[in-house]
């Protein structure tokens, strides 16, 4: 076998050659690396708003949009009355009757961005279990709180939502009382204001939903009897878990464009480098010939040329993930109901160092074929 030493030797006999390889393979596996990783944390993000102990009641017809849904002001205490094994914090129902809505919020004279307000009572915190309020207070009358990335979604900067601050909305002035968080859900992005004076804002006289926590197992059987009989309601029940599936299957579609537009471009760039790799080992044709001349068989010769393509693989796999670790890992990214958070974990680690590795073997096949498939007269005799 030829000596590894010569292989790598071969890296830095045409540096450009190789700096141009690198760069297009690093090209490839950072955009498959960011398209697993935008998948996966859309997905992971959307599941986990969800909570398994969680039934949200809506309007019958609006199962996969709670905005579109609207049902009747206290409809919490017919459900209460009507359901058992409802979860209690100090004696008192874990019910939240919350309105969902869709409107502008002005943080800044010259920026206006739309956000998705949530009307709620302080119930919602025994419903919503991964909120935690980090700063200030429970808002009150004239008074909002914010998620963690909500600036992120309203496109402004963190200090724009500081406590203290003022937004627009509707044309009344709010004041930011409290930052909250629900790491890893799509509340992180959302404002949060007093049921009522939503309901004011907007001028509705509806509920969105009724969220409840339920600690007995049969309570969702019971709920859905409940909405089939009481048809005057117009009701119907949807395990919390359920609801977000139904999102993420919403955004499905939007997932594959992201993964065809990376093929799409790493195709172009593969082939890119395919054709350098050509050129670079059709350049050295005469020296493979020597190789064998000498005593080393053909599969010694292509097993160093794959040796040498791998190194350059495995090298861009190494600045890619370099890349996606201290660079990438942690950008939010905004989309119509949220906020999700790039995390290249083990499993988008392993994607990249696959690629990169697949890169360097199927990128050597071609080549060292045209490269090693004429005779060794042939080979020595080409220009």
Known sequence: MIPLTYTLRNLFRRPLQSVQLIAGSLLVTLLLMLAA??????QKTLKNSGNEENIIFLSAGSEESIERSEISFGMEEIIDGNLEHIHTVMNQSAISPEVHYNGMIKAKKDHESQALIRGIQHQALWVHKKVRLLDGEFPRTGEIMVGRLAYHKLGLQIEDLEIGKYVEFNNEKLKVSGIFDAKGTVMEAEIWMPLLDLMTYTQRNSLSCV???????DT???AEVFTKTRLDLELVALKEVDYYQKISTFYAPIRWMTWIS??????GAFMGGLNTLFAAFTSRIKEFGALQAIGFSRFSVFFSLLQESVAMGMLSTLL???????ILDGISFPFSIGVFTLDFNHPILLTGIISGLSLGIIGALAPSWKCLYPTLPETLRSS
């Open 37 to 42: 990783s935008i998948n996966q944390s859309m």
């Open 211 to 217: 969220v409840i926590s339920f600690d007995g197992r």
């Open 220 to 222: 969702f059987a019971d």
């Open 262 to 267: 990376a093929f799409l471009i790493s195709i």
């Open 320 to 326: 890619s993930i370099f890349t996606g670790i201290f």
